[in-house]
């Protein structure tokens, strides 16, 4: 009985997508989270009757013919690439991107990662991080006679040094953008890394065409929806029921005839 297959087929994929709706709820408070959804294919279908062949030496075309399903399958998991909340901080070197684009990252490798996440700090020598100390690229450093900075919505890092009246230009934040960001690879940490899928980076000054300006003080919240995500998990669940009774039906049907005389 194809059912059993078919039916297990549909059980795997609701276990994959209600994983995907529980890693949307565990990351509903991670700075810059962009939340997952899933998406089937149906498999391959067996012609017990082919669509368009013909039926009679007349010539008659059979009309729809007979196709049965063989199942469901998991095709992908899209990045839902919308902004999220911003949520005020009051810190200075937390930053949040105001429309398209993507901070840049010095990984230890040499490489450049990506990342929505603005939580930035200095490390001993002045220079703007992440929570791991990955480098912010361009690399910025701030004097350590400033006693204040200010960060604009073009991305140009002003310090206020102590005595000088002048506000000192210490650095010039640039973003990126991607022709395909669904196409960008999850490193964990809030990374991202370019495949040939996503294309490759486009830099540019925040706040000019195409590029989101940059607001201090602010971090982009995850753009999960805790009422969506539930209501997501229990469709998944009762789809994963229904299959699992139609397995339980077949193994009914199975053992009716295994127990004729």
Known sequence: MRSL?????????QQ????????????????????????????????????GSTSSDAGTIVPSGVQIGLGVKLAAVYRIHEQGNLTSTDNSFDMAVQGQGMFQILLPSGDTAYTRDGTFQLNADGEIVTHDGYKLQPSISVPNTAIDVTINSSGEVLAKIEGKVA??????????????????????????????AS?????????????????????????????????????AQRAYEMNSKVIQTSDEMMGTVANMR
């Open 167 to 196: 506000l000192q230009n210490v650095g010039q934040i640039k973003v990126a953008v991607f022709a395909n960001d669904a196409g960008l690879q999850a490193e964990g940490n809030n990374l991202y890394v370019p495949t040939p």
């Open 199 to 235: 294309g490759q980076a486009s830099t540019g000054t925040p706040g000019s065409t195409g590029y989101g300006s940059i607001l201090q003080g602010f971090l982009e919240t995850s753009n999960v929806n805790a009422v969506e995500e539930i209501s997501n998990l229990i469709s």
């Open 5 to 13: 297959n078919i039916a297990a087929t549909g059980m795997v994929a």
């Open 16 to 51: 994959r997508n209600v994983e995907v709706v529980s890693n949307n709820l565990a990351n509903m408070n991670t700075t810059g989270y962009m939340r997952r959804r899933s998406e089937f294919h149906d498999l391959l279908y067996q012609n017990l009757r082919r669509v």
